[in-house]
Structure formats: structure tokens, C-alpha cells
Nanobody, 122 residues
Framework: QVQTVESGGGLVQAGGSLRLSCAAS????MGWFRQAPGKEREFVAA????????YYGESVKGRFTISRDNAKNTVYLQMNSLKPEDTAVYYC???????????????????WGQGTQVTVSS
């Protein structure tokens, strides 16, 4: 069973940047989701095992970038131009898949991390 461990969350002012990291050993497609208090867990971004394919939620397109370094077993989420509405717990998820396919539904993922808090102040 793979362990996914997120890091890099914190408090930042609106307009600022943060980079989240997720360590996950093995050949997995990866995704980032977020959940704000009282809301459903929302898709943020996904990347295929090969790194060739990426996909983003509408609310983060043009501001967030997902990438991976398979040599380091790490996936990153670079978040720029942060807004207060980006405040949430961010979760990393992994799915066994060796292809160039990306996945955006929660039930398509096999493993989840504990989450890291991101707070954006106005």
C-alpha cells in the first residue's frame, strides 16, 4: 500500500504563492483535491504517471501548475495568485496507473494523504 504524504501548506496573503509537495513511491497517477469547511471535496489538478498529461479544475486554471519528479517520487502543486477562496485542506491522491491518463473523480483514486492546510488571508 502506498503512502501519500503532503507538505508545504501554510498561511499566505492574497496574491502570494505556495508550493505543495506529495511524496508517493511507486508508479501512480496523482491528483490534488481540496476541501473547505462545509463544502464537498473538490478536484484541483491531476497528472499522469508519465507526466505527459495534466488536467485542472476550472477555478485554478492559469494559476496552479501540477508537476512531478519520478526520480524523487514527488508530485508538486505550484499555486500562484492565491485567493481567499483557495483556503482549504489540500489532499494528495494516488491511483495505480502506468499510462498517460489523468483522473479527476475522487472515486478513481486508491490512496489518500492526511491533507495539508492552506489559508489565504485577504
Amino acid at each position: 500500500q502506498v503512502q501519500t504524504v503532503e507538505s508545504g501548506g501554510g498561511l499566505v496573503q492574497a496574491g502570494g504563492s505556495l508550493r505543495l509537495s506529495c511524496a508517493a513511491s511507486g508508479r501512480y497517477a496523482m491528483g490534488w483535491f481540496r476541501q473547505a469547511p462545509g463544502k464537498e471535496r473538490e478536484f484541483v489538478a491531476a497528472i499522469s504517471w508519465t507526466g505527459v498529461s495534466t488536467y485542472y479544475g476550472e477555478s485554478v486554471k492559469g494559476r496552479f501548475t501540477i508537476s512531478r519528479d519520478n526520480a524523487k517520487n514527488t508530485v508538486y502543486l505550484q499555486m500562484n495568485s492565491l485567493k481567499p477562496e483557495d483556503t482549504a485542506v489540500y489532499y494528495c491522491a494516488a491511483r495505480r496507473d502506468y499510462s498517460s491518463t489523468v483522473f479527476q473523480r475522487k472515486n478513481e483514486y486508491d490512496y489518500w494523504g492526511q491533507g495539508t492546510q492552506v489559508t489565504v488571508s485577504s
